[in-house]
């Protein structure tokens, strides 16, 4: 009697590992050197990988700088969904408020404010995304646009973030979740 057996796929495999090195290395470079002393070699020798694979996936320092600052904040996670918008827009803001505070993503953030506006990043271009979903899912119900959402909602959070870390606390997010809905 013979029997057959499936391989077992490991969840992610060893891209997922690779990434999570590359990332690992990215911010813990940065936190001990700054954003403008970090070079795709030194990343790759501390994620234990060959420089051509990071060039490979991303091309240049800015681009993969700019991954692995929205990394956590993947398009595709759940956004909340609850009956009432405003509700939903905290819990939101809350979100991008703990990740971009970091320390890290706050510095990565930081050394791309000199090409902001030069094209739209995928922060920015996720989180418009974001918001017209759950502007779109409240229907007849929403008495905000997706343009005031992202001009007293989510510029005020970057802002901040980037040039006034120390005024973000837990109050942020519902004190402009109440002057977006006054």
């Known amino acids: 009697m013979s029997t057959t057996t499936t391989p077992v796929k490991r969840p992610g495999g060893r891209s997922a590992a690779v990434m999570s090195s590359i990332k690992t ?6 936190a001990e050197r700054g954003r403008d002393r970090v070079t795709i070699p ?14 490979r996936r991303w091309g240049d320092l800015p681009t993969m700088i700019n991954d692995i600052a929205t990394y956590r904040l993947d398009p595709q996670r759940p956004l909340p969904t609850g009956p009432d918008l405003k509700a939903n827009l905290t819990e939101w803001a809350r979100e991008i408020i703990e990740h971009y505070s970091s ?6 953030l930081r050394g791309g404010a000199s090409s902001a506006g030069v094209t739209e990043s995928d922060c920015t271009r996720n989180r418009r995304a974001e918001a ?27 802002y901040r973030i980037i040039f006034l870390p120390w005024t973000l606390d837990g109050t942020t997010a519902d004190e402009l979740v109440t002057r977006l809905f006054a």
């Open 25 to 30: 290395a990215v911010e813990e470079l940065i």
């Open 42 to 55: 030194m990343i790759a020798e501390r994620a234990g990988v060959n420089p051509t694979s990071v060039y």
């Open 103 to 108: 320390p890290v993503n706050a510095e990565l």
């Open 132 to 158: 017209t979903m759950m502007v779109e899912r409240a229907g007849a119900d929403a008495t905000v646009t997706v343009d005031e959402v992202i001009n007293y909602l989510v510029a005020p959070i970057v």
